[in-house]
C-alpha cells in the first residue's frame, strides 16, 4: 500500500489546519472550560465540506475516503491539544 499523500491529499491537511488553527486554537481553553464547542463551528466546517467528507456526492457530500477523514480529524485534534 502507498500512504503518501497526494497533492489534493496536502490541500485538505492545509485548508483544515488553517481552519482549526484560526478558528478553534484561539478558543479552546475556554470552550473547554465550559465544556462547550460552538454549533456555528459546524455549520464553518460545513462549508468546507468537513461535515460530508464520507458522503457521496450524489447524495451531496464530498464524495471522499476514510485517508482524507482521517487527515481532517488529525488536524482538528492537533489544536485540541
Known sequence: MNFKESED???IRATVRDFAE???L???M???EGQIFPRSLFSEMGELG???M???TAYGGAGMGYFEYKIAIEEVAKVCG
Open 50 to 52: 468537513l461535515m460530508g
Open 30 to 32: 475556554e470552550w473547554d
Open 26 to 28: 484561539p478558543h479552546r
Open 54 to 56: 464520507l458522503v457521496p
Open 22 to 24: 484560526k478558528e478553534i
Open 9 to 11: 491529499q496536502r490541500a
